[in-house]
């Protein structure tokens, strides 16, 4: 009933920057917070930074001041923009919200199927 679509993964050279984007489709009352988490080949997936909905961020320290999290309440999505990258950000990137379906039903957590950023030195 509830879609998050990622897009804007990719192949790019170390300093480089890339945008991704996740919109949230199908049954939706209310999103709550909404952030991106990040998983390395071989180890677990970890919170990369996270956005509510009146605008609140906060992020991982290891992308403070290099990556930026926003997000269009109208159009459901968040953005992820990725500058000064490096070798170590190659990751899947997974989208998460928090969403609520109807008025009366809880806010439930909701993943995309993740998008590639691979970062060449």
């Known amino acids: 009933q509830v879609q998050l679509v990622e897009s804007g993964g990719g192949l790019v050279q170390a300093g480089g920057s890339l945008t991704l984007s996740c919109t949230a489709s199908?049954?939706?009352?209310?999103?709550?917070?909404m952030g991106w988490y990040l998983q390395a080949p071989g180890k677990q997936r970890e919170l990369v930074a996270t956005?509510?909905?009146?605008?609140?961020?906060n992020y991982v320290d290891s992308v403070k001041g290099r990556f930026t999290i926003s997000r269009d309440n109208a159009k459901n999505t968040v953005y992820l923009r990725l500058s000064s990258l490096k070798p170590e950000d190659t990751a899947v990137y997974y989208c998460?919200?928090?969403?609520?379906?109807?008025?009366?039903?809880?806010?439930?957590?909701?993943w995309g199927q993740g998008t590639q950023v691979t970062v060449s030195s």
């Open positions: 998460n919200a928090d969403i609520k379906t109807t008025w009366f039903s809880a806010f439930r957590d909701y």
């Open positions: 199908g049954i939706i009352f209310s999103i709550n917070t």
């Open positions: 956005i509510t909905s009146g605008g609140g961020t």
